[in-house]
């Protein structure tokens, strides 16, 4: 059994923090981002938490900010190498999720008095 050690798991609760941190990961796995394509593609979220997400995901690693020098300028977000390695592990949890969503749902909701 792995057996975690405190600032693993500080580095993990960090990543997954965020409510939408793992649908900001999903989507650059698919390509790279612009900020406005990736605010469209993330129905509900707003531009103030979708840019500390990016920041956040930015100060982990996982994710890289690229600026073009073209004009206009424009900016762009995609998976950092050591962002690839964590969508494995990160698609396993949410297959997890999947499965067993009833039950965490179940033992998740606060009982009513």
């Not at 964590?86 to 698609?91: A, H, V």
């Amino acid at each position: 059994m792995y057996e975690r050690s405190d600032s693993s798991s500080k580095v993990v609760s960090t990543i997954l923090r965020g409510k939408w941190s793992v649908d900001v990961l999903s989507c650059l796995q698919k390509k790279p981002y612009r900020n406005g394509e990736l605010l469209r593609q993330l129905d509900g979220v707003s531009q103030r938490i979708l840019t500390r997400t990016l920041r956040s995901l930015e100060r982990t690693g996982l994710v890289a900010r690229h600026v073009t020098t073209s004009k206009p300028i424009a900016v762009e977000y995609c998976l950092t190498p050591m962002g690839r390695t964590f969508m494995s592990p990160l698609t396993s949890i949410c297959r997890w999720a999947e499965r067993h969503h009833k039950g965490l749902t179940a033992t998740c909701v606060p009982s009513s008095k």
